[in-house]
Each structure stands twice: as C-alpha cells, then as structure tokens.
C-alpha cells in the first residue's frame, strides 16, 4: 500500500475515545492500558495501533508502545513509538517485524531534524 492509501485508510480508523483525566481530554491507550493526554501525535499513534489490531489484526501482545531502544541493547535513551513483534514458536523468541515512528500530521517528515 502507497503512502497515500495509507493515509486515507487511516482517516477512516476511528480512535479510543476520549475521556477527561486530571483535568484534561485523554485516550486510554489499549496497548499501554494507561490515560495518554490527546496530542495530535498521540491520535496519530492511537489511528496506528487501531488500524494494526483492526484492519491487520495484530493481537494487542504482539504490539509495544514507548519501547525503551536500551531493552534491545542500543545504547540509547530513546523509544520507540510502536514495535510491532513476531514470535518464533521454534526457539521461543520475540523478534521485531518494524519500529513505527508517530508524529503529528502537520509535521513534515521529509526535514533532516524528523530523519534524524
């Protein structure tokens, strides 16, 4: 699927819906099981993980969000936005199929500061 496919499809995923928590609007992140404040980024993340368990029918365990680069041994303080995991049955292991990186839909991705 082309990045404008795409693009369309997500428009048409519907995200968790929002609640107020401590004052402000939130979604309750299925993956997290937690309240995330409702950024542009975060509705961008939520149309992500909807459209993966949804459409691809990506089970919730096979699926992180905010995963620390340290837990897989980068040197790194960074995270990633959502690691989508296979099992292998053979020797018991998680590998990662892909690392998507969320920003917000006014964000233009194609700067060196978002490549990088």
Known sequence: ?????????LKNINTPRKVMHAGSLHY???IREKYVPA???EE???????????VLRVPKQAISVEY???KAGIDSKNRADIVVWYYEPNDG?????GVI????????????????
């Not at 292991?93 to 199929?97: E, T």
């Not at 990186?101 to 990088?116: G, L």
């Open 1 to 9: 699927m082309d990045a404008q496919k795409f693009k369309r499809a």
């Open 28 to 30: 309750l992140d299925p």
């Open 39 to 41: 950024t542009p980024e």
């Open 44 to 54: 961008v993340r939520q149309k992500i993980l909807q459209y993966l368990m949804k």
């Open 68 to 70: 620390l680069l340290s």
């Open 93 to 97: 292991y998680w590998y990662a199929l």
């Open 101 to 116: 990186e969320c920003k917000a839909p006014d964000v233009d991705i194609m700067t060196e500061d978002v490549k990088e």
